[in-house]
């Protein structure tokens, strides 16, 4: 079993930043694949960015490239979103989740573990 606990949400005006962590615990994560997604009441959890633990490598999609990162700090089992030049529209519920394969990419059902979710509110 793995936890997976978001923090770093909150409320920032547009044209902010915000960087957001997932702790995990339970097990190593070294073989996993980490994504981020978001979600807006009413809509399908959308995916944002992925790493794969074991290399590194990383994708971001498109809509979201330049603006958001993923990155990881591998000795406190942490990934983060980094999140720049923030819009309302980024206004969501954002979670981390993990997936014990690598063959995975931005359906959300093809991850095993998820985090509770960490609102972000982004003001106009």
């Known amino acids: 079993q793995v936890q997976l606990v978001e923090s770093g949400g909150g409320l920032v005006q547009a044209g902010g930043s915000l960087r957001l962590s997932c702790a995990a615990s339970?097990?190593?994560?070294?073989?996993?694949?980490m994504g981020w997604f978001r979600q807006v009441p009413g809509k399908e959890r959308e995916f944002l960015a992925l790493?794969?633990?074991?290399?590194?490598?990383?994708y971001h999609a498109d809509f979201m490239k330049g603006r958001f990162t993923i990155s990881r700090d591998n000795p406190k089992s942490t990934v983060y979103l980094q999140m720049n030049s923030l819009k309302p529209e980024d206004t969501a519920v954002y979670y981390c989740?993990?997936?014990?394969?690598?063959?995975?990419?931005?359906?959300?059902?093809?991850?095993?573990?998820w985090g509770q979710g960490t609102q972000v509110t982004v003001s106009s």
């Open positions: 989740a993990a997936a014990r394969s690598s063959q995975v990419f931005n359906v959300p059902e093809q991850y095993d573990y």
């Open positions: 790493m794969h633990m074991s290399s590194g490598a990383t």
């Open positions: 339970g097990r190593t994560l070294r073989s996993y694949t």
